[in-house]
Nanobody, 115 residues
Framework: QVLLVESGGGLVQAGGSLRLSCAAS????????MNWSRQAPGKQREWVAG???????NYIDSVKGRFSISRDNAKNTVYLQMNSLKPEDTAVYYC?????????WGQGTQVTVSS
């Protein structure tokens, strides 16, 4: 069994920064891509950023230049550095990790950006 636990969410003013972490534990073998998604109230979950096992990064257009995804393979952890936060970034942020054919999700961490 694999467990993903997100942390680092909170309340921040517009223009501020937060760094989210997502640590995987349990019966871990090779982790392929790791991703961050978010779900705002009343909206569908949307993919935000992803990083492959080789380190290639991709972002949704709305966060390019503001968010940065990274990973520490030794710690089985993925990070999301969020700068210049906007009220529209308010959401529950989830990480997921692909291991073989399986996709594991964390429980989410709340990010609230006040105007």
């Amino acid at each position: 069994q694999v467990l993903l636990v997100e942390s680092g969410g909170g309340l921040v003013q517009a223009g501020g920064s937060l760094r989210l972490s997502c640590a995987a534990s349990g019966s871990i073998f090779r982790i392929n891509s790791m991703n961050w998604s978010r779900q705002a109230p009343g909206k569908q979950r949307e993919w935000v950023a992803g990083i492959t096992g080789g380190g290639s990064r991709n972002y949704i257009d709305s966060v390019k230049g503001r968010f940065s995804i990274s990973r520490d393979n030794a710690k089985n952890t993925v990070y999301l550095q969020m700068n210049s936060l906007k009220p529209e970034d308010t959401a529950v942020y989830y990480c997921n990790a692909y291991m073989g054919s399986k996709n594991y999700w964390g429980q989410g961490t709340q990010v609230t950006v006040s105007s």
